[in-house]
């Protein structure tokens, strides 16, 4: 989540008033009273430059993971991948080689809002993103067979397929909630994906995950608040899901705006 990434992605917004929901106020700061600029995703913004839902910041990483399964979900087509591009940096940013990962035909639809600041180089403050297509590609890999790849420090795409765990699913849902660090005082994401596996049987998933991040233009200063992630699915030996589960976010409306008091 390197908040330099949005210095290239983002023109002039039109003003908008959106809102964001009550129970997502339960883990994030409530919104300030201001009016919003919405950017709809992929129409007038082509989203943040990434391939898959994976980097690293800090000493861990980003991903839906536990101890016995890790979860890759794509957000560009997979086949539009770079072979050579180093996945554990996350964003692949446009440059004199080419568009980066927003050359890539996305995978999901949203919006991005703005409350604090409508300078075009920063990120937004809030990003709702969701599958555009009913066959989402997902990649379930053993943990243990992921870390041992990512423990140098790089990893790519044709690296990940040929683990003899992967297990390929498609997703027919898949949502999250971002709030990216360098406009808000902590990186908060909210996940969740269900699906069928190609081998048969079905999968669905919860992940939040939140950090700090003194210094938005160095990830290695981030610090890992909180991770949950929940897993039911037809894998092998796959466990029970794991406690503590926020309450889910039941709207995306204003919480001082009448009509989200559920």
């Known amino acids: 989540m390197k908040s330099i990434i949005a210095r290239t992605l983002f023109g002039a917004l039109a003003a908008s ?6 129970a997502l106020a339960q883990e994030m700061p409530p919104l300030p009273h201001l009016a919003l600029a919405r950017l709809d995703v992929p129409v007038e913004s082509p989203g943040l430059p990434y391939y898959v839902r994976l980097s690293q910041a800090g000493d861990f990483w980003v991903m839906p993971s536990n101890d016995e ?22 964003f692949h940013l446009p440059g004199p080689d080419g568009l980066g990962a ?13 409350f604090t600041s409508l300078d075009m180089f920063t990120p937004p403050d ?17 943990t243990p067979e992921l870390m041992a790849l990512l423990d140098r420090g790089f990893v790519f795409i044709d690296e990940i397929e040929a683990l003899p765990s992967r297990v390929s699913g498609r997703a027919w849902h ?39 991040v003194p210094d938005p233009f160095d990830p ?35 919480p001082y705006l009448p009509g989200c008091n559920n």
């Open 69 to 90: 399964w890790s979860v890759i979900v794509f957000f560009r087509d997979q086949d539009c991948i770079p072979l050579d591009f180093n996945l554990a940096e996350g």
């Open 220 to 254: 290695s200063t981030s610090t890992l608040l909180e991770d949950i992630f929940e897993l039911e699915a037809d894998l092998p030996h796959s466990g029970p899901p794991r406690p503590g589960r926020p309450r889910p976010v039941k709207c995306i409306i204003h």
């Open 126 to 142: 809030y990003i709702f993103t969701r599958n555009s297509t009913l066959d989402l590609p997902v990649w379930f890999v053993a």
């Open 17 to 22: 008033v959106l809102m964001t929901g009550n």
């Open 174 to 212: 898949m949502e999250e909630q971002l709030r990216p660090f360098g406009t808000n005082p902590e990186a908060t994401l909210r996940m969740t994906a269900s699906g069928r596996l190609d081998t048969g049987g079905r999968f669905s998933f919860f992940w939040f995950h939140k950090a700090d």
């Open 102 to 114: 927003i050359g890539c035909k996305p995978l999901h639809e949203g919006f991005d809002l703005r």
